[in-house]
């Protein structure tokens, strides 16, 4: 009985499945029989069937129908649409209606002599026969204005008349240029308390100077820069400050000043400053590092240095997802405010999986060895992570990284290295160089930063694509370098990590030569030297390197009264030397430092392997850098002091002795120019000991591309170890990097010598000019 009605049952549920829909139904809902469409006189009916997406079959509810009316308006031919539906003897008609926009009939411009027809035409995004739409009306009307503005035409207005676009769809803009103005005057009205010169760092409007700046006037630019000096007197504490501006005109109608308005209102001190939140570190911990201290006027920038600081501390514990908010509240009393860093720490997080991604050519082991963190063992540091995107840039190798902590596992995130390989396997560079020290130099290098020695081509077609020799983040660097006064030709092997260890492999092989003051001088050899950086024990931080060197020393072509010293090595020199060093690397940047220090420590021993010539040579140097400024848009004033000392033990030649004079030594003398003497022509010929002191403050003048720099350079090179004489000078330079075909970067130095021995060389001005093709 149980089988039977289990059977009645199911054949009931087949003829249900398999019985047609009554009434144009199904179990879905209606379906469309039909769609009319009514209203289109221009648009075709075929081109509003296929922005509908819909067909006779598909369904008829109320959601498709609306989706339908918002394609059709989006396509910005109609004013109205409308989708229905309704019944008619039992079929299901969508009807679609329609209201189109009128085909603009025409295009003019009325009033115009800075811009033809043509050209203003290019600015407006209608032309005759597209669908009349106000929003695109007006944009062409703005860009009309824009492009005027642009042109110095400040008071420019555009209109359109309406009306006539209603009635007969065309599209007339009338334009009044009015004069073109220029700025000539900028002042400052109401600024007590900070300096003209501070307020124009804020101000993007510029005053005309022929040829280099054009001094047109923008009321929209001018509107913002008044926004930019309220909001710097605010950032420095004048909560209630504002600004605004007004035009004056001159004697010439072309001219104009601009005064900003400045009401300062009362600087505000802080009365105290609370922590809260905090649970890793005590509330005495963070305050004693805080910039904002009671009784001190509020200043934003150290507010949000603040802010970093503390969630950088947190960062480098793991809890990366960290909140620090600053706030400041009015407090009850006059002139003072309270205020208050909120953390909200979260929690710990330690490294789990260490994915690189974008690496398409690059081995994974070449990113990830960046990072110095691993899987299980670290916590996140998230200045370890900043750190470690710096290095991947640093090798040239990537124009882009960036690591991001990703997953969902408790206590544990993964880091995604995401990187850009640069595009160009290697470089291949044509340059120039003329400086003070050297003469004009001719450049040309192939320098390949993702070399890989052992990825040989597996067919000829491999090679010529450069599919082979690549993704090992070694380095190949071949340089020809023929010049007026030096030629250097060399070739440069670097395997940053032996036998995948923390050991740096550099190869390298060199022609040099010279012209020196009293004789030729050539050079041919080679190194090898192999380093690593310690990362425990009492040398941590430190990065230890040997070497080994052999080169022979060809001195020849001397003149006929050359010194003593240098007959005695004419001909050729054998040299090999065994070389230790040792150094300490502190700073923020190894290209632009701006704070940190580097101390550098090497013994030299020559003859160690052999040769003619056995002495011992021992250099010193210490670099200190601080940032003692910073603007708003993080550009840094930088000073750097410098400490270097050497000493030479046993017989060295000539050719190996301690020099000084130019740039990267004393400037405001001549390159060796700092030396004992010998011969009847009063020839340097170099000491055994050297010591140099220099100081420079180097700071923004113009955007990133242009720096000043203050500098004194002192020091002496003697006989022996004394000093028996100290020369001295001070001076200014500029630092500038224009781009023509490449980077081309600039020094310029005026050095004036403070102290002097008779037989030095000076040399007030000093240049080094490069670029790269």
Same mark, same amino acid.
């Given at each position: 009985m149980q089988s039977r009605r289990s059977l009645r049952l199911l054949l009931l549920g087949l003829a249900c499945a398999v019985a047609p829909p009554a009434g144009g139904q199904d179990a879905t809902g209606?379906?469309?029989? =039909?769609?009319e469409v009514r209203g289109h006189e221009q648009v075709s009916e075929s081109y509003i069937r296929g922005v509908l997406r819909m067909a006779p079959g598909d369904p008829a509810d109320q959601a498709a129908l609306d989706q339908a009316v918002r394609r059709l308006l989006r396509t910005g031919k109609f004013l109205t649409a409308e989708v229905t539906a309704e019944s008619r003897d039992g079929r299901r008609v969508v009807l679609v209606t329609v209201a189109e926009r009128p085909a603009l009939t025409d295009v003019r411009f009325l009033g115009n002599a800075e811009f033809n027809d043509q050209k203003l035409r290019e600015m407006v995004p209608l032309q005759a026969g597209d669908p009349v739409d106000p929003f695109t009306v007006r944009e062409g009307a703005d860009n009309i204005a824009a492009a005027y503005r642009d042109k110095g035409y400040g008071n420019v207005t555009v209109t359109y008349d309406g009306e006539l676009l209603r009635e007969a769809a065309? &599209?007339?803009?009338?334009?009044?240029? *009015?004069?073109?103005?220029?700025?000539?005057k900028i002042l400052f009205e109401g600024n007590e308390s900070l300096p003209r010169e501070k307020l124009l760092e804020q101000v993007q409007t510029k005053t005309y100077l022929w040829i280099f700046r054009d001094g047109f006037f923008d009321p929209d630019q001018v509107e913002q820069d008044a926004a930019a000096v309220q909001r710097l007197y605010r950032d420095?504490?004048?909560l209630e400050a504002k600004a605004s501006y007004r035009v004056e005109p001159g004697e010439d109608p072309e001219d104009l000043t601009v005064v900003f308005l400045v009401a300062e209102g009362a600087r505000y001190l802080v009365e105290s400053v609370v922590v809260t939140g905090n649970a890793l570190f005590s509330t005495e911990e963070l305050l004693a590092e805080l910039r904002t201290r009671p009784e001190q006027y509020l200043r934003q920038i150290e507010l949000r240095r603040d802010q970093r /600081?503390? =969630? =950088?501390?947190?960062?480098?514990? $793991?809890?990366?997802y960290r909140e620090v908010d600053p706030v400041w509240l009015f407090s009850e009393t006059p002139g003072f405010v309270e205020v208050r860093f909120e953390i909200t720490e979260g929690e710990p997080y330690r490294v789990g999986r260490v994915v690189p991604r974008g690496n398409r050519s690059t081995k994974d082991k070449v990113v990830? !060895? =960046?990072?110095?963190?691993?899987?299980?063992?670290?916590?996140?540091? &998230?200045s370890e992570l900043e750190e470690a995107e710096r290095r991947l840039r640093e090798t040239r190798i990537f124009s882009y990284a960036r690591i991001t902590p990703v997953g969902e596992q408790e206590g544990v995130r993964d880091l995604i290295i995401n990187v850009e390989e640069n595009? #160009? @396997?290697?470089?291949?560079?044509? *340059?120039?160089? @003329?400086?003070?020290?050297? *003469?004009?130099?001719?450049?040309? @290098?192939?320098?390949?930063?993702?070399? /890989?020695?052992?990825?040989?081509? !597996?067919?000829f077609g491999e090679f010529i694509r450069f599919r082979s020799f690549r993704g090992a983040g070694q380095r190949l660097r071949l340089e020809a370098a023929p010049g007026t006064e030096v030629s250097r030709f060399r070739i440069d092997f670097v395997e940053p990590y032996l036998l995948d260890k923390p050991l740096r492999l550099g190869t390298s092989a060199f022609y040099f030569e010279r012209g020196r003051e009293s004789y030729d001088e050539?050079?041919?050899g080679g190194t090898v030297s192999l380093g690593r950086r310690i990362e425990k024990g009492w040398l941590e931080g430190w990065y230890v390197e040997g070497a080994l060197r052999s080169e022979n020393v060809d001195v020849g072509d001397l003149d006929l009264f050359a010194p003593r010293d240098v007959r005695e090595v004419e001909g050729g020199n054998f040299l090999t030397s065994v070389k230790g060093t040792l150094v300490r690397d502190r700073t923020d940047s190894r290209l632009l430092p701006t704070r940190g220090d580097v101390l550098r420590l090497s013994w030299e021993q020559y003859g160690a392997l052999g040769g003619e010539r056995f002495f011992g040579k021992v250099l010193g140097s210490y670099t200190r850098h601080w940032t003692l400024y910073e603007d708003v848009e993080d550009r840094k004033g930088v000073l750097s002091l410098r400490g270097d000392v050497g000493g030479i033990f046993g017989e060295a030649p000539v050719f190996e002795r301690f020099y000084a004079g130019g740039i $990267?030594?004393? !400037? $405001?003398? /001549?390159?060796?120019?700092?030396?004992?003497? #010998? $011969?009847?022509?009063?020839?340097?010929v170099g000491g055994d000991f050297l010591a140099l002191l220099k100081a420079e403050y180097t700071f923004p003048l113009v955007g990133e591309a242009l720096r000043g720099v203050l500098f004194s350079d002192m020091g002496t090179v003697e006989e022996g170890f004394e000093l028996s004489t100290w020369r001295a000078s001070v001076g200014v330079g500029v630092r500038l990097q224009v781009d023509l075909l490449g980077p081309v970067p600039m020094e310029f130095d005026l050095a004036v010598p403070l102290s002097s021995d008779e037989n030095d060389d000076e040399q007030i001005f000093s240049f080094f000019i490069g670029a790269t093709f």
């Open positions: 209606p379906v469309i029989d =039909a769609i065309e &599209l007339v803009y009338t334009i009044e240029e *009015g004069p073109r103005v220029r700025v000539r420095e504490g004048y /600081d503390i =969630a =950088a501390r947190y960062g480098e514990r $793991g809890y990366i990830r !060895r =960046a990072l110095e963190l691993f899987p299980d063992e670290d916590v996140i540091n &998230l595009e #160009q @396997v290697g470089d291949l560079l044509f *340059g120039f160089g @003329v400086n003070s020290n050297s *003469g004009l130099v001719g450049n040309v @290098v192939l320098d390949m930063k993702n070399f /890989d020695l052992f990825d040989w081509p !597996r067919s050539r050079r041919v $990267g030594s004393i !400037r $405001g003398f /001549d390159f060796r120019g700092v030396s004992p003497r #010998q $011969g009847l022509d009063d020839d340097p």
